[in-house]
């Protein structure tokens, strides 16, 4: 038994309309879409610096985020300076030779980093480091808000 044939190969123009249509709608769904993911984690604006003029860590470290409000941060979590400093009197107990990694906003009292660096010191933590970031261009550092 045959089967009659009803399918014919096309011969004519493509039409671009439907496609390029297609790819419109999925260029704005794309950009859209990618200005709406939530990054996790405080907005935290580090200060600028040359790498190569700063010290780095050669033993074990800890860091502490404090955000242009003056909350600190540790482990990812919202704390008191007091947890803090039994946080820290913990760990130094645990590990010899600790150091501090401050990340502290641009906008950050001077006196809160003073007041923070101090409190490791007295906890036994003698070095205090203050996080920074690398400058947008090579060679350059600016600092203004």
């Known amino acids: 038994m045959r089967y009659a044939r009803n399918a014919r190969?096309?011969?004519?123009?493509?039409?671009?309309?439907?496609?390029a249509s297609v790819l419109f709608l999925l260029?704005?769904?794309?950009?859209l879409?990618?200005?709406?993911?939530f990054t996790p984690g405080v907005r935290i604006d580090l200060p600028a610096a040359l790498p190569e003029s700063l010290p780095g860590v050669a033993g074990?470290?800890?860091?502490?985020?404090?955000?242009?409000?003056?909350?600190?941060?540790?482990?990812?979590?919202?704390?008191?300076?007091?947890?803090l400093r039994n946080r820290l009197q913990a760990i130094h107990r645990e590990r010899a030779n600790l150091t501090m990694?401050?990340?502290?906003d641009k906008a950050?009292?001077?006196?809160?980093?003073?007041?923070?660096?101090?409190?490791a010191r007295e906890i036994g933590i003698r070095e205090v480091l203050?996080?920074?970031?690398?400058?947008?261009?090579?060679?350059?550092v600016t600092n203004e808000p």
């Open 9 to 19: 190969i096309f011969r004519g123009q493509i039409d671009f309309a439907p496609i």
């Open 27 to 31: 260029v704005i769904f794309l950009l």
């Open 33 to 37: 879409n990618s200005g709406l993911v």
């Open 60 to 83: 074990p470290t800890v860091v502490v985020a404090v955000d242009r409000d003056g909350l600190c941060y540790f482990d990812h979590q919202i704390i008191t300076t007091d947890s």
């Open 101 to 104: 990694v401050l990340q502290a």
């Open 108 to 119: 950050v009292s001077y006196e809160v980093i003073v007041r923070l660096s101090q409190m």
């Open 130 to 140: 203050l996080g920074t970031r690398p400058p947008l261009l090579q060679g350059t």
